[in-house]
């Protein structure tokens, strides 16, 4: 069932138009010119995306040879998504904290909530320091003790035995002898296979599995938005099995709209892929808020330029011509939000649905 409904969609892409009217800012979808803008300048800010041209027998004609897609490899992924999950029982271990004079009134004190406070810690961090082992006492006694005694108990008035006094001479060539005759020193002991120390048990325990993500980002031309595609690696560099890549996805999101697909690029490749029938609608919501934000402040920054202006024009002298220059009364409108920044806001959202695997690296910006 699964592969038919592939070849049904894979026909539906094909048999879709491809946009080319800009539209990205009334209903969030972009064409594939703007795609590859917005790649261009996702690279350029971030080198750790690249495009790629991917296998050539499946190269869409409405892209450039090589800018098919783009990917970043080695993302890290430091815990499951399940660690994340907020149940009951949290919401029971609730605590308020107060910050600041518990005898200030109003605003002074801040109060804040903690959650997953009955949770434990599984790995040794800043917040769960674990069992710190005695420190021995530096002024407890030493096998230099018996060194110091013996040197208190010495006269300085005694003559020594002159006899007693070695040869530095003879200490020295019997030195050099010692160096030059080959030594070789014993073989260490063999150490019984699959076995392991106690002090090995727990350097390992305290070892932190990190699972890492190649991500891709193609063009969906059905539904004319970006497309998320992720491969999962454990720390041994072992493809992830389907379940194991389910676990470092939101439950509401593994296995709806998160799913394992073929590949569009590839001949063979499967991939766990984030369905994009919402993409279009969610990032017209999220450059809504980005474009006004966008405006104020272009519209704050003209305002500032134009009082400079102004400033200038009632000391600039007039012309040869005896009119006087005036600015001009029509202001232009704002840009507003560019399409470049479209995949810097398409991977905030992503990463709401991989909120464990760090796909979002544009916290810069």
């Not at 230099?144 to 005694?158: K, P, Q, R, V």
């Not at 070695?166 to 030059?180: F, I």
């Not at 063009?219 to 690696?233: A, C, E, F, M, S």
């Not at 405006?295 to 500032?304: N, Y």
Request: aromatic share 8%; with cysteine.
């Amino acid at each position: 069932m699964h592969a038919i409904q592939q070849q049904y969609w894979a026909v539906r892409d094909y048999l879709s138009p491809v946009l080319k009217e800009s539209k990205f800012k009334e209903h969030g979808r972009i064409t594939p010119e703007e795609f590859v803008a917005a790649g261009d300048f996702l690279s350029y800010k971030f080198p750790v995306w690249s495009w790629e041209a991917g296998d050539a027998s499946k190269a869409r004609d409405y892209l450039p040879a090589a800018k098919q897609y783009m990917v970043t490899r080695g993302v890290p992924c430091l815990r499951r998504a399940t660690s994340l999950a907020y149940t009951d029982a949290d919401e029971d271990a609730e605590r308020l904290l107060s910050f600041g004079d518990s005898s200030a009134t109003g605003n002074e004190a801040d109060e804040w909530v903690e959650t997953h406070a009955g949770r434990r810690a599984n790995v040794d961090s800043a917040t769960n320091p674990g069992v710190i082992d005695d420190i021995p006492d530096l002024d407890g006694p030493h096998e230099d003790d018996g060194i110091s005694a013996a040197a208190a108990n010495l006269s300085l008035t005694e003559t020594p035995n002159l006899d007693d006094i070695p040869d530095m001479e003879e200490d020295l060539e019997e030195g050099d002898d010692a160096a030059a005759a080959p030594s070789r020193p014993p073989p260490p002991p063999r150490k019984p296979a699959n076995t392991t120390t106690k002090k090995e048990e727990a350097t390992n325990a305290n070892l932190l599995s990190v699972r890492t993500y190649d991500v891709m980002i193609t063009y969906d031309k059905y539904y004319q938005t970006p497309r998320i595609w992720l491969l999962g690696y454990d720390e041994n560099g072992t493809p992830l099995v389907p379940e194991q890549i389910f676990q470092d996805v939101t439950a509401e999101h593994a296995f709806k709209t998160v799913t394992i697909e073929a590949f569009p690029h590839s001949t063979s490749l499967q991939a766990a892929s984030v369905h994009p029938c919402k993409h279009a609608s969610v990032m017209r919501k999220l450059i809504e808020r980005m474009n006004a934000g966008v405006v104020e402040e272009q519209k704050a920054q003209r305002k500032a330029g134009a009082k400079d202006s102004k400033k200038k024009w009632l000391f600039k002298r007039s012309g040869g011509s005896g009119k006087d220059d005036k600015p001009t009364g029509e202001e232009e409108e704002v840009e507003g939000m560019r399409v470049d920044f479209y995949l810097v806001v398409f991977l905030k959202f992503i990463a709401s649905i991989v909120p464990t695997i760090e796909v979002d690296s544009t916290t810069a910006l």
